[in-house]
């Protein structure tokens, strides 16, 4: 009850002084700046003025709170990156030469590259299946409605209701996980799934698949319903079958919704992080980078030299992506 009420506090108390600036600071700015005055060019003057400076007045506490917590983390984890465990001793290079020739950081690079080809790939085609798929049955909503569900759920949450689905409890024992009691009562043997090297990163890429399903099809849906349909009637016309018109008229037109989709789940794949910590630990050759991060930042005394430089690896492997995402974006944009 108590975090309730610091949680109710604290957000009116944020509400309030957002309120309060904004009204203050624009109030501050016509005072200095009034529109109204005897003098008829002095007050076009001060409009002009006063339209150039509220913008940014307005920006001001985002600019502000992005240069603190987005630009100086950067610098400061690059500088971390050219110093020793401690940060005080001056490397240079170094802890970027020691990932070149860790077994563990390539491996880690290694499943990475494996969640980078089949999560954005697998929850992009089913989330298009399904949101085509869902769009001729009446209780399309519905579908719709559940196979969203998950995003509701944090990844921890899932990571903990996917260990009841994989989970192993010795032989002769009653298996309580779903996928064991499935196997045994089709006369298998039960498994230790996520202990299983190679095999266990997909039964973790399963979880995050399931969540990022329902965000793909939210999105493509809305795109599928927003094609023209003279484009579809022509095609029917020119007798082109169902697979035809979706995969020759309707995906064409949804190029650039698919291209989002997939570049935003890329970036959400390459930070991955809570679903291994939860469910692995990175043990069982199942490590990705971000955890690797984690555990040499913060495990076994700490090293913030080699953790700032796995950083630097992560955020550098993103900038592209987001800004091939925002491009598009922007096209987009200027098509319409």
């Known amino acids: 009850m108590e975090q309730i009420i610091k949680a109710l506090v604290a957000v009116v108390i944020g509400v309030a002084v957002a309120v309060a600036y904004f009204y203050g ?5 016509d005072l200095i700046f009034p529109s109204n005055t005897k003098e008829p060019g ?31 983390p950067i610098v400061a984890s690059v500088d971390y990156s050219l110093h020793g465990p401690a940060g005080d001793q001056f490397v240079g290079l170094a802890n970027y030469r020691w990932m070149l020739f860790d077994p563990e950081f390539r491996q880690s690079i290694f499943n990475n590259m494996l969640w980078l080809i089949f999560v954005p790939a697998m929850s ?41 689905v994989y989970d192993y409890r010795g032989e ?27 095999w266990n990163n997909f039964f973790l890429m399963v979880i995050l698949l399931w969540i ?13 319903r927003g094609i023209p349909e003279e484009t579809i009637e022509a095609a029917v016309i020119d007798g082109a079958n169902g697979f035809q018109i979706f995969f020759k008229i309707m995906i ?35 490590q990705v980078l ?35 995402n925002i491009r598009n974006a922007n096209k987009e944009m200027e098509g319409r």
């Open 212 to 224: 990022q399903t329902g965000f793909a099809m939210v999105l493509l849906s809305a795109a599928l």
């Open 42 to 72: 002095r007050g076009a003057r001060n409009l002009r003025i006063s339209g150039m400076i509220r913008p940014w007045l307005f920006l001001g506490p985002a600019l502000l709170s992005l240069s603190v917590y987005l630009i100086y």
């Open 124 to 164: 992009t085609f089913f989330g298009l299946v399904i949101a085509w798929l869902t769009d001729r049955i009446w209780w399309g909503s519905f579908a719709k409605m559940m196979i969203f569900m998950p995003m509701a759920i944090s990844f921890v949450g899932a990571s903990v209701i996917w260990k009841f």
């Open 252 to 286: 064409p037109q949804i190029y650039n919704t698919i291209a989002v989709v997939w570049t935003t789940i890329t970036i959400i794949v390459l930070k991955i992080f809570d679903i291994v910590l939860a469910m692995t630990n990175g043990q069982w050759n199942t």
């Open 172 to 198: 002769g024992a009653d298996q309580i996980g779903i996928l064991n009691a499935i196997v045994v009562s089709l006369g298998g043997e039960p498994h230790v799934w996520i202990a299983m090297p190679f």
């Open 25 to 29: 600071s624009n109030k501050l700015l």
């Open 290 to 324: 971000a955890n690797l991060m984690f555990d040499w930042m913060f495990r076994g005394g700490g090293d913030f030299g080699r953790g700032a430089a796995i950083a630097i690896v992560i955020m550098v492997l993103v900038i592209p992506i987001m800004i091939w």
